[in-house]
């Protein structure tokens, strides 16, 4: 057994002043009640808040607290994210990882904005992998990220047993982000710490979710701390013997016989994404895509969009039938 506690916090953000005091008060309480946590995780945004006119460079004096905070205690802590300020004028959606040491180990950059509604907010191209010392390799994500599989798929295909993911969820999806939080541990035959903020920060129900898409811990509408030990042995085995015996995901797709020409921007193969209209925030009484064309009639509406083929020569990749 490979053992490793990782504590995931649910608390109350503020969206016009610093929440970084009620973080590190936290933090303290947290140790004292739950000594043995090894890793403390917060929701996304939870240092300043949702609005990114408090952007500021990362490294911070906020940055700086959080790293005395894991030495003094002896922990990896990841302090949720902040709107990260670049010299450019660029703004990002920034986490760190922070060692027992001190140190910053790894940043992320959220690489899904959610657009059309966080408009102004650059997207990062670096994924984020690191590695506990004998103990795993851990993979961080934020919020809508995890709507992408792709982005895990990356993150599992290199190795990561554990999928952090600081969300800042205040809206009715919360049920379907839950839904995929659930399918992506089943998917990638990792543990995934989903942890929501409250208030300006979210709506809570926060969840751990074990690699056989077992909850092991659903937050409700209130402040919460849930240290949950992990067992990578059990990622290990079960990867490698599948899901309950079952399905082995991870080794089928690496032996998979299918190429997915969608990933080809060149291919053609996207093009009905291309018929739909623009990346926007829906307006009062809008009447986009009540009246748009089907899938089927869709292309031949418009055959100019973007990577469109013509629409006699476009694939339909059909699947085996018994009578093939």
């Known amino acids: 057994m490979t053992p490793f506690a990782i504590a995931g916090v649910q608390m ?167 839904a995929i939080a659930r399918a992506t541990a089943a998917q990638f035959q990792c543990y995934v710490f989903d942890v929501n903020g409250l208030g300006a920060g979210g709506v809570g129900r926060s969840l751990v979710v074990d690699p056989a898409a077992t909850v092991l811990h659903q937050s409700a509408g209130q402040e919460d701390m849930f240290p949950i030990e992990v067992d990578l042995d059990m990622v290990r085995r079960q990867r490698e013997t599948g899901m309950k015996g079952l399905g082995q995901v991870l080794k089928s797709f690496r032996d998979r016989d299918a190429e997915f020409p969608v990933y080809d921007r060149a291919s053609g193969a996207d093009a009905y994404l291309h018929t739909l209209g623009p990346l926007q925030t829906p307006q009062q009484g809008s009447r986009a895509g009540v009246h748009t064309a089907d899938p089927r009639s869709a292309l031949s509406h418009d055959p100019a969009a973007p990577g469109a083929p013509d629409v006699n020569t476009i694939p339909i990749f059909k699947g085996r039938t018994g009578t093939d």
Not at 22 to 48: D, G, K, N
Not at 67 to 85: C, T
Not at 103 to 122: C, D, H, W
């Open 12 to 178: 109350h953000v503020g969206a016009l002043h610093s929440n970084v005091e009620a973080m590190r008060h936290r933090i303290e309480i947290l140790m004292a009640r739950f000594p043995w946590t090894q890793m403390v995780l917060f929701s996304e945004l939870a240092p300043y808040g949702p609005l990114d006119r408090f952007a500021q460079p990362v490294p911070n004096d906020a940055i700086s607290q959080f790293q005395e905070d894991a030495k003094r205690f002896g922990i990896w802590l990841i302090p949720g994210s902040m709107f990260e300020k670049m010299p450019d004028g660029r703004i990002f959606n920034t986490s760190v990882v922070i060692n027992p040491q001190g140190e910053i180990v790894s940043k992320y950059s959220k690489m899904f904005p959610f657009r059309p509604y966080e408009q102004g907010i650059s997207a990062g191209t670096e994924f984020c992998v690191f590695d506990v010392p004998e103990v795993g390799r851990f993979g961080l994500s934020i919020c809508y990220d995890i709507w992408f599989p792709e982005t895990t798929r990356h993150l599992t295909s290199q190795g990561v047993e554990v999928l952090l993911h600081p969300v800042l969820t205040g809206t009715t999806d919360r049920d379907a982000e839950l």
